[in-house]
């Protein structure tokens, strides 16, 4: 089966870290272009960071220096590292895939999300 | 970044209603727009991709047009299942959504 699967979510305090999971079945992360998208509560959708299957990277300003997005081929696995988090980080996140389909590029998997707390 | 601006930010309708959204890209991006659904505490769906095309398995009472800055997501007769809130996305530079439009039942 198709699917992306995350982990790693939680309550944490301001000024902490943590580490995200999306671990994909069905093919491989390598060879697209993986997108975390991140939700605040009753808000919209942000991309905050995408790796592209080349091996370069995009972060959104509002987490350019804090975020870091990576990947493990062996595991079919990508990463998103958070640091020196912030309140407005309090989102739940998606892992997301982008597909070029035919006459245009669109997120056609999504995993189910998981949810990160940032609060004292 | 391309700012994306839906209309209304949120609509009543009845089961049977025909229903449309506007999206409005704050430049030109072609026809690199998506359309996405999402229902409460779940992931968004991809309904539409390239401005017009019906993504697989989406209904065809689901339809879409436009180019350029102005687009348009239609429901011809509403359905139970087609109450939540749909969001646009353009995937001409950095991606980012509209704030997204909540079908609500009327």
């Known amino acids: 089966e198709v699917q992306l699967v995350e982990t790693g979510g939680g309550l944490i305090q301001p000024g902490g870290s943590l580490r995200l999971s999306c671990a994909a079945s069905g093919f491989a992360v390598r060879s697209n272009y993986m997108t975390w998208v991140r939700q605040a509560p009753g808000r919209g959708l942000e991309c905050v960071s995408v790796l592209y299957s080349g091996g370069g990277s995009y972060y959104a300003d509002s987490v350019k220096g804090r975020f870091t997005i990576s990947r493990d081929n062996s595991q079919n696995t990508v990463f998103l590292q958070m640091n020196s988090l912030r309140a407005d980080d309090t989102a739940v996140y998606y892992c997301?895939?982008?597909?070029?389909?035919?006459?245009?590029?669109?997120?056609?998997?999504w995993g189910q999300g998981t949810t990160v707390t940032v609060s004292s | 970044d391309i700012q994306m601006t839906q209309s209304p930010s949120s609509l009543s309708a009845s089961v049977g209603d025909r229903v449309t959204i506007t999206c409005r890209a704050s430049q030109n991006i072609g026809n690199y727009l998506n359309w996405y659904q999402q229902k409460p505490g779940k992931a968004p769906k991809l309904l539409v991709y390239a401005a017009s095309i019906l993504h697989s398995g989406v209904p065809s009472r689901f339809s879409a047009g436009g180019s350029g800055t102005d687009f348009t997501l239609t429901i011809s007769s509403l359905q139970p299942e087609d109450f939540a809130t749909y969001f646009c996305?353009?995937?001409?530079?950095?991606?980012?959504f509209g704030q997204g439009t909540k079908v609500e039942i009327k």
């Open positions: 996305q353009q995937s001409y530079g950095a991606r980012t």
């Open positions: 997301a895939r982008e597909s070029s389909l035919f006459r245009g590029d669109a997120f056609d998997l």
